[in-house]
């Protein structure tokens, strides 16, 4: 299935990082993790184009304002919202120097970015998004784990490093999931479970104390979530910077303040495709039965004359 990008978008690079993904009445909601804006396109009848591009500054008050990067990694809609999550991760610089000093010095600093720290709750009118609220600043999801015994440890680390890194959002009878590609805990994945409620002044605040949800993928993060019906599909890869393995698992979430899910407890659905540093399933959306899957860093063979890329599209 071809999802087709503006002039704008493609020299962005939207179009080769994409990294969350829903459905909507007409179209798909997108985002990339290298800007901070999202997109939607319309299903034209043969794809799906006719872009629409908003700027999430122009719907919330950002940390670190317009131009920053929000590092968006999982998107959801449910009860006339449109919600939008960012890593909340810190980032180690990569190495792009032969001298070995620099490139030293490169992998010793580690950035934060305020723009990744958001929680993003957005109205939606006849498909249109209006002024939302968010959870962010001093109130943001990391401030409220600082004290948490499993996740706490791994505040300071950088995403790629197994540190804290929120790569998927599904909403549910008004619970809102998080699935963390990083840390995994001794190969036990961790979703979160938070209900939000407004704390007026374009804020969210946790209404209850958070749940937490270790399963076990495997050795494997969550890559994103999706919900289906009572039950969510999980996209579970490597919290580390690996190809693969890949996989979809279903899970129905249950009562429980700290629960554990073993092997058992996951019903396996699809294993997608991954290439060799490329073609690294990022998102999933379900439509009538049918699964698509984007990728980030997609193959040469994804990407077409057109301007688009190439998602898979797999029945259930």
């Not at 804006?37 to 184009?49: I, K, N, P, Q």
């Not at 968006?72 to 180690?92: C, P």
Request: charged fraction near 25%; charge should be negative; hydrophobic fraction near 35%.
């Amino acid at each position: 299935m071809e999802l087709r990008f503006d002039h704008a978008s493609r020299a962005a690079g939207t179009h080769t990082n994409l990294s969350a993904i829903r459905q909507s009445p007409g179209g798909l909601w997108v985002a990339g993790d290298e800007t901070a804006t999202f997109e939607h396109l319309a299903w034209t009848g043969d794809h799906y184009g006719d872009q629409r591009t908003f700027f999430l500054s122009d719907y919330v008050d950002l940390p670190a304002g317009r131009d920053d990067e929000a590092d968006i990694e999982g998107l959801a809609r449910a009860d006339g919202h449109l919600w939008l999550v960012g890593s909340h991760s810190l980032k180690r610089r990569k190495v792009k120097s032969k001298d070995p000093g620099k490139a030293a010095d490169r992998l010793a600093t580690v950035v934060r970015e305020e723009n990744r720290f958001v929680l993003v709750r957005l109205p939606l009118h006849d498909g249109t998004p209006g002024r939302g609220s968010l959870l962010s600043g001093r109130d943001n999801l990391a401030a409220h784990l600082r004290d948490d015994r499993h996740l706490a440890p791994f505040l300071a680390l950088p995403g790629k490093d197994n540190g804290l890194d929120v790569e998927g959002i599904a909403v549910v009878s008004g619970r809102v999931y998080l699935g963390l590609r990083g840390p995994v805990l001794r190969g036990w994945a961790v979703v979160l479970e938070l209900r939000l409620d407004d704390a007026g002044g374009g804020r969210l605040r946790l209404s209850e104390p958070y749940r937490k949800h270790f399963l076990d993928l495997g050795g494997l993060g969550v890559r994103d979530l999706c919900p289906d019906g009572d039950s969510l599909l999980i996209l579970a890869g490597p919290s580390m910077d690996l190809d693969g393995p890949v996989r979809v698992v279903r899970w129905r979430p249950g009562p429980g303040r700290e629960r554990l899910v073993p092997r058992e407890g996951l019903e396996p659905v699809i294993e997608p495709p991954h290439g060799d540093g490329c073609d690294h399933p990022e998102g999933l959306a379900l439509n009538d039965g049918q699964l698509m899957v984007v990728y980030d860093s997609p193959s040469p063979a994804r990407i077409t004359p057109a301007g688009g890329v190439l998602a898979d599209v797999f029945t259930l």
